[in-house]
C-alpha cells in the first residue's frame, strides 16, 4: 500500500492518542516523534499555521509557572514541575499547524476505545493474579492495586468517562445493529469498572455524565414523564449499588461523616492530632491548610516550595503524621493557587472556561466532556501533578480545539 502524508499523519495520531495510555513510560517518545511527522508536513506545506487565541493562552502558562519558579528553595523540585508541564506548549504547537486534508474522527477515536480497553483487560488479569497470589485478599481487585500498574485510579476514570461517551454517540446513532449492541456493552463494563478503580470522584463524574446522556436522549425520545420514572429507577439502582458494594457505602459513609464533623468544628477537626489519617479525611485538612497559605500568600509561595510550605502548616496544625506524608493539596485549583497565587489560579480558570466556549460555539461535546471532566475531579485531586492528567487533557484539549476544521466534515456532537 502506498503511504502519504495524510494517511501517516492519521495514524499518528490515532497511534498517539492511545499507546500512551498503554505505555506511559514512553510518552515522551511518542509526542517527540508525532513532532517530527508535523514539523515535516510543515516543511511539505500539508499543514499550515492557524492562529488560535485559545492555544496562545495554554502555551503562555507555561512562562507564567516558570516565573514563579525563580525563587524556589528547592530547584531540582522546580525544574522537575516545569519539565512536567512542557505539554503546555508542545501540544498548543503542534495543533496549530491544522491539516489541509480532512480527517477521519471515527478512527482516532478508535486508536483510543482500542487502547483504552486493552489496558483495562491487563489491569483485571493483574488484579486477578494479584488476588490469588496474596491468598484471595480482596483489595488486590480495586483502587491503585487494580489500575497502578498503568495510571492512578482516578486519572483512568477520566479516560473510561471519555470513552463512555464516544460509545454513547455511537448507540445513539448506530452504522449497524452489531455496533448498537457492542457499544451498550462497552458503556456497561466501563461504568462496572468504575467499581474496581474506587475513584469516589470518578464514580461521581461518571453518574452525571450516564445522567446527562440518558436524560437528554430521553427527553428528545419521549419527554418529561419518562424522563422522571427512568430517573426514579436510577436512583433506586445506585442506592442499591451502594448497599451491595461494601467499599463503595464505607466510602461514601465516610466522607459524609467527615463533611459533618468538620461543619461542627472545623478548628478541632483540623487541628486535634490524630493517628493514620487517609483519604477524603486528609483532604479536608489539606485544603483548609491550602487555604490558610492562599490568604498568607496571595502571590503563591513558588512553584518547588508547595511541599514545604504544606508540611510546615500540617506541623502547625499538630498533624505530625500527615505532614510525614509530604502530601500536595489534592486539588488541582488549590494547588495552582498555591505555587502561582491568584494570578496563576485565575488563569487556569479563563483556561477552563475558554475551552467550554469553544466547545459550545463549535458544538463539540467531546471537548466540553473532556474539560468538564478534568475540572470536576480537579476538585479532588491535583490533575496538572501527574503526566496522566496533563498529557490526557491537554492531548485532547489541544486537539478538538487546534485542528477542528479538519473534522468539520464530521457529525458534531451537540
Not at 500500500?1 to 495510555?21: F, S
Not at 478541632?268 to 498568607?296: C, F, M, Q
Not at 500568600?297 to 510550605?309: I, R
Not at 467531546?366 to 501527574?386: D, H, K, Q, T
Request: net charge positive; glycine share 8%; proline share 4%.
Amino acid at each position: 500500500m502506498k503511504l502519504n502524508y495524510p494517511g501517516i499523519y492519521e495514524w499518528a495520531l490515532t497511534v498517539l492518542v492511545g499507546a500512551w495510555m498503554l505505555l506511559p513510560g514512553l510518552t515522551g517518545l511518542f509526542c517527540i516523534l508525532f513532532f517530527l511527522i508535523v514539523l515535516y508536513g510543515v516543511i511539505s506545506k500539508n499543514l499550515s499555521f492557524r492562529l488560535n487565541g485559545v492555544l496562545v493562552g495554554i502555551a503562555l502558562f507555561l512562562p507564567l509557572y516558570a516565573l514563579y519558579a525563580t525563587n524556589s528553595m528547592d530547584p531540582n523540585a522546580a525544574r522537575f514541575g516545569i519539565e512536567k508541564k512542557l505539554s503546555f506548549v508542545l501540544f498548543p504547537l503542534v495543533f496549530s499547524f491544522v491539516p489541509t486534508f480532512s480527517l477521519n474522527k471515527r478512527r482516532i477515536e478508535n486508536g483510543f476505545l482500542f487502547a483504552l480497553f486493552s489496558m483495562l483487560l491487563l489491569c483485571y488479569l493483574g488484579a486477578f493474579f494479584n488476588y490469588e497470589e496474596h491468598n484471595y485478599n480482596t483489595a488486590y481487585l480495586f483502587s491503585s492495586h487494580f489500575s497502578g500498574l498503568f495510571h492512578h485510579p482516578t486519572y483512568l476514570s477520566v479516560f473510561c468517562a471519555l470513552g463512555i461517551f464516544m460509545l454513547f454517540k455511537r448507540w445513539e446513532a448506530p452504522r449497524t445493529m452489531r455496533e448498537h449492541l457492542l457499544s451498550a456493552v462497552g458503556i456497561l463494563f466501563l461504568l462496572y469498572t468504575h467499581v474496581h478503580l474506587e475513584s469516589l470522584s470518578g464514580l461521581l463524574f461518571a453518574a452525571i455524565l450516564m445522567a446527562f446522556l440518558v436524560g437528554y436522549w430521553l427527553f428528545k425520545k419521549q419527554g418529561w414523564t419518562v424522563l422522571i420514572g427512568v430517573f426514579t429507577l436510577g436512583m433506586v439502582v445506585i442506592y442499591l449499588g451502594m448497599y451491595f458494594i461494601p467499599s463503595l457505602r464505607s466510602n461514601v459513609s465516610d466522607s459524609v461523616s467527615f463533611v459533618s464533623n468538620y461543619l461542627k468544628d472545623p478548628y478541632a477537626y483540623t487541628h486535634v492530632p490524630r493517628g493514620e489519617i487517609r483519604g477524603n479525611d486528609a483532604r479536608l485538612i489539606l485544603w483548609s491548610a491550602s487555604a490558610e497559605l492562599l490568604k498568607e500568600h496571595p502571590n503563591g509561595v513558588g512553584v518547588g516550595n508547595l511541599p514545604m510550605a504544606i508540611e510546615a502548616k500540617l506541623l502547625e496544625y499538630g498533624q505530625v503524621n500527615l505532614a510525614k506524608e509530604h502530601l500536595n493539596p489534592h486539588n488541582q485549583f488549590f494547588h495552582t493557587a498555591v505555587e502561582t497565587g491568584w494570578i496563576g489560579m485565575l488563569w487556569l480558570l479563563a483556561l477552563l472556561l475558554s475551552m467550554l466556549w469553544f466547545g459550545w460555539k463549535h458544538k463539540q461535546g467531546m471537548l466540553i466532556l473532556v474539560v468538564c471532566a478534568f475540572a470536576f475531579n480537579g476538585l479532588f485531586e491535583s490533575m496538572l501533578e501527574r503526566q496522566s492528567g496533563i498529557v490526557f487533557w491537554l492531548l485532547w484539549s489541544c486537539m478538538l480545539i487546534g485542528i477542528y476544521p479538519a473534522f468539520k466534515n464530521q457529525p458534531n456532537e451537540t
